[in-house]
Structures are given as structure tokens and as C-alpha cells.
């Protein structure tokens, strides 16, 4: 019979602080604000994990420290990133980009849209160079990046000039395919401002921005952009979007929103405070050193 009392109490017990807390909202109160105390220490004393560092939402800040690098060179930085066109049947068209994560080291652009792409580095001699290096980085070394040749680019930079938009528009006659049927073109540098409050870092930070186009068959996509699961790239990872999520649903890193406003000539919907793009001249970019000094 004790037995029976102790099991038929425990119920009891429950239903009785359950109810003090529904009619109690002070006590409910003061239970929610432990419970978010308790949560928030676990997180920030959770133990370091070069894995958990890179999972997406857990961690995934920039493990290589090129972001800490280049924004160090302050005016000086260096960047190639490509506009990834994917044309599927019916020729209906797709574009590989970086989503950031939501613990991106930058607050402003945590959940963004990025060109795929990134920083050079001292290895680099040339914008393809680093455009190269880093599709390796971010797309798991892909054939169609090492078959990439100087020989295969189309220089198309003078569409910088140019009123209409770079989609469709090329200065070029004949369009060029390299072995593995990639079509790749320069579209000129720009240069990227940034201010200080946008990236919350003492000083801004501007970068000259090597743009490249380049075209893929569905079957040359990396198997992370077709079956996506979490990170696939260190600071996010790699989504197929429309030319419509692309202008009007989806909002930038970098000032990557005036590229694609220039790309697509239509205005972007969702655009950044704090930032600006504007054309480099053809003597600046003669005079630019690409190897980053630091």
C-alpha cells in the first residue's frame, strides 16, 4: 500500500507545481530567465571542436583566419568571386552561391547571399589564380576548376562601361569553351567599400574585386549543391537560387547586391547600409599590385 501512495503522489506533485507556475507568473518568470541563464552558459562553455568549428550553426567562423588577414590590409584587400551560371533543361538557368552562416563572423552578414570566391593570398600572382584556389576550397576540387586555362577566359571587362546589363551581354563575337565545356568571362574589377559600423571594426575596409562568370552543366554541380546537409563550405554553405530569389528575396555580403544589380540590370530589393561599389579605371587596375603585401 506505501508503495502504491508513493507512485500515486508523484503525479500529484507535478499537477501542484505546474499550477503554481500557470498561476503564478512571477514564478514563471523567474523559471523562463534560469532556464535561458542555463542554456546560455552551456553554449559559451561548450568544449572547442576543430569539427564543431566548421559544422554550419555551430561554430563555422572563418577557420582559415583570411578574413582576419585581409581585413587587417584595410584598403589594400584582394578578392576573385564568380557569378556561377547552372543551365539546366529548357534552358532554365540557376546560380551557385555561398548562403553565410548564422554565426558568421560578421553579425551584418550572417544569413546572406556571397559570391562563391574569396581573399588572395601571397601565392597568388594573378585573379584567376585565387578564383581557382578558392573554387577548390569551397567545391571539394571540382575537374572543371584545373581545367580552367588563362587561354579560356574571355576578357569582357569593357561591359563596365557599359549601360546594359553583363547577363547576355558579351563583347565577344564568338564564345569560348574550354575541354570540359565551361564557358568562363573577366567582367572587370570593381572596388568594394565598406564601413566601419557595417562590419563593426574600427577601421572600414575596402577591397578590389576580380569578377568572373562562369557557366556549368547540371552534371558538373559538386554533389553538396544537388544533395545539400548542413556546411559545406567553411563559413556556410552552397545553394542553387533564381534570378528572382536573387533580385528580389535575398539580401548580401560584401556589396554583392550592386554586382548582381549591374549583372542583371534590375534593381536589388534588399540592400546593405554601409556599403559601396564603384568602378576601378583602367590606370588603377595597370598600377594594382594582386599579391597582398601582408
Not at 102 to 111: A, K, L, N, Q, T
Not at 124 to 133: A, F, G, N, S, V
Not at 163 to 178: A, E, M, Q, R
Request: glycine residues 6%; hydrophobic residues 35%.
Amino acid at each position: 500500500m506505501s508503495s502504491k501512495r508513493k507512485h500515486s503522489s508523484r503525479p500529484m506533485t507535478i499537477a501542484r507545481i505546474q499550477t503554481a507556475i500557470y498561476t503564478n507568473k512571477k514564478l514563471a518568470f523567474l523559471i523562463s530567465i534560469l532556464l535561458a541563464s542555463l542554456i546560455y552558459f552551456a553554449s559559451i562553455n561548450e568544449p572547442s571542436s576543430p569539427y564543431v568549428s566548421r559544422r554550419y550553426g555551430l561554430g563555422a567562423g572563418d577557420t582559415s583566419g583570411e578574413l582576419a588577414s585581409a581585413l587587417r590590409r584595410k584598403g589594400e584587400g584582394r578578392a576573385a568571386v564568380a557569378i556561377i551560371r547552372v543551365i539546366g533543361d529548357l534552358d532554365n538557368v540557376q546560380y551557385l552561391v555561398q548562403m553565410k552562416s548564422h554565426d558568421y563572423p560578421i553579425e551584418s552578414f550572417r544569413g546572406t547571399v556571397c559570391l562563391l570566391g574569396g581573399n588572395a593570398n601571397k601565392n597568388d600572382e594573378t585573379p584567376l589564380d585565387t578564383l581557382k584556389r578558392e573554387l577548390n576550397e569551397e567545391l571539394h576540387n571540382p575537374e572543371w576548376v584545373d581545367a580552367i586555362d588563362p587561354m579560356d577566359v574571355v576578357d569582357d571587362s569593357k561591359v563596365q562601361l557599359s549601360d546594359k546589363p553583363f547577363y547576355n551581354n558579351s563583347t565577344t563575337l564568338v564564345p569560348s569553351h574550354n575541354e570540359l565545356g565551361i564557358t568562363i568571362r573577366y567582367l572587370g574589377t570593381t572596388l568594394h567599400f565598406q564601413s566601419s559600423q557595417l562590419i563593426n571594426k574600427p577601421n572600414p575596409y575596402a577591397f578590389m574585386c576580380a569578377l568572373y562568370e562562369i557557366t556549368l552543366r547540371p552534371d558538373q554541380l559538386p554533389p553538396s549543391a544537388i544533395y545539400p546537409r548542413g556546411a559545406n563550405i567553411q563559413e556556410g554553405r552552397v545553394v542553387l537560387l533564381s534570378e528572382d530569389q536573387l533580385v528580389k528575396h535575398s539580401k548580401y555580403a560584401w556589396g554583392y547586391e550592386y554586382t548582381m544589380e549591374k549583372y542583371f540590370g534590375k534593381k536589388t530589393v534588399n540592400q546593405q547600409r554601409g556599403t559601396a561599389v564603384s568602378d576601378v579605371d583602367e590606370k588603377t587596375w595597370k598600377d594594382t599590385i594582386w599579391t597582398p603585401a601582408k
